[in-house]
């Protein structure tokens, strides 16, 4: 893989771990308000680990993102695959979470696929 691939490639993953962290910053908040609502008990349990999945999902895909990186064979198929999984999470983000959780989760697919059309 070349140098620039592999830049783009690392920094897809470093946003992608970046956006995880600032997601998953926010689980305390989240438990605080469900355990204080008048929601059903099943919604207060579950609610908090529904809420920490998506950080789960992004430092999964950033971990394939490193992972590709350093291969050379099967790096252009795994790039290719994250990038389409970050857009749709991005199309996802846009849908619920509005512009700027869209947009940035279209940065990183962008850093995917330019990284797997350059090998």
Do not use: W
């Amino acid at each position: 893989m070349n140098r620039q691939a592999k830049i783009s490639s690392i920094s897809g993953s470093v946003l992608l771990i970046m956006m995880a962290l600032f997601h998953g910053s926010g689980y305390s908040y989240v438990s605080e308000r469900i355990y204080a609502s008048n929601a059903e008990d099943f919604l207060k349990d579950i609610v908090p680990t529904l809420f920490v999945h998506p950080s789960i999902h992004l430092l999964s895909l950033a971990a394939f993102g490193f992972l590709a990186s350093f291969l050379d064979q099967g790096g252009k198929r795994i790039l290719m695959l994250v990038a389409l999984l970050v857009f749709v999470d991005a199309l996802i983000g846009f849908f619920i979470g509005g512009i700027i959780p869209g947009l940035l989760l279209s940065l990183a697919a962008s850093c995917f696929l330019y990284s797997g059309l350059r090998i």
